[in-house]
């Protein structure tokens, strides 16, 4: 069950970032090159900026989760410059991976 939650929910982070979500959900997710204007390390690392929130349901929403479930993810899977599929296809895989090691 929570694998499929984790699934959805990084592939809607993965379209946010790419501009195939919705306007709204878009604007909830950035990644730190675009938001910034030096050049950080992170930037290299297609990593989200996190909005701070203060409370335990404030962390539960799409702005606060999508970007920390996203930086979570390895390098190798939260690139952006791949399509659709094969970012699915490596998701799938490191989830798999992970749940059956763990």
Known sequence: MMYIFIFKLAVFVYKALNNLAPPHLSDDCQLVATTGRRQLPS???????????????????????????????????????MFSDSFRCKLKTYLT?????A
Request: hydrophobic share 30%.
């Open 97 to 101: 991976v992970r749940d059956t090691s």
């Open 43 to 81: 930037s290299d690392n297609f990593q989200c900026t996190i909005t701070g929130t203060s409370s335990r349901l404030g962390d539960q929403t799409f702005a606060a989760a999508g970007p920390h479930l996203w930086n979570s993810l390895p390098t190798h899977v939260r690139r952006l410059d």
